[in-house]
């Protein structure tokens, strides 16, 4: 080491850069849903004033003594007694006046559920779920958090097994096509559809046929024990191996 470099403490550096050391960190949580053989976000209505009869994704700061991809879990446990849910971390939103209260950079992250299977707690005031494709204006800058999510989720759909987390153990082809057009907002060819997803190797044929439907009933379907890893909170696209939580 150079002994002519002046080293100055941690402490000397933070209170000349008090500035720096003033912004909050916060993480913002985009939970998708298919109901209603709708894509769905949940949202709350926002209690700041500034953003009186809007709604907002769930979200919080992080605090002091907590890692950044911890927070994301305890908003979800709190705000809706979530737990071992699928998350990835997509974007960084760090924009000056972003937030009304003060500078606030927010790490989004969406998660994908099966609306039958999770046990929501819905005591928050006004926590509901919203149609993606009724919504036009949301709290903060929560419309371009929500619309960038979902575009990743659009690009990740027919390359990994990922929409498998919003629907139940099995399925018939007709659902996932569903699922399908609803997370890309748009109608897919019967045909072609079922050609790319049997290319993917994905699923299992269980031998049993679905019962009590109004329609002609289809084969049922399960995802393959390979892609069924418990998948964890990711910074990056997802693995092949990557699937349901």
Known sequence: MDKNIKLKTAEIEKSSHLEYFNIAISVDCVIFCYKEKKLQVLLIQSDLEEYS??????????????D??????????QR????????????????INRHVSGRVITTAYYSLIDIKHQMLNFDENELHWHPVKD????????????DTCLERL??????????????????????????????LGITLDRRNFRKKIAVKGW???LDQMEVNVPHRPGKLY??????????QTRKSKPSVLDSVS
């Open 154 to 183: 659009r690009e990740q759909v027919m390359e990994y097994p990922i929409a498998f987390n919003l629907l139940p153990e099995k399925f018939s082809l007709r659902e996932l096509q569903k699922l399908y057009e609803a997370i």
């Open 135 to 146: 919504i036009r204006k949301l709290a903060f800058d929560h419309k371009m958090i929500l």
């Open 53 to 66: 009869g809007l709604y907002s994704l769930l979200g919080d700061l992080v605090r002091p003594d907590e």
């Open 203 to 205: 699923l299992e044929d």
């Open 222 to 231: 399960t995802l393959k024990t390979l892609y069924k890893k418990r998948r």
């Open 68 to 77: 950044l991809d911890s927070a994301p879990y305890r908003v979800l446990k």
């Open 80 to 95: 809706t007694g979530m737990e071992d849910v699928y998350l990835e971390q997509v974007h960084t939103f760090g924009t």
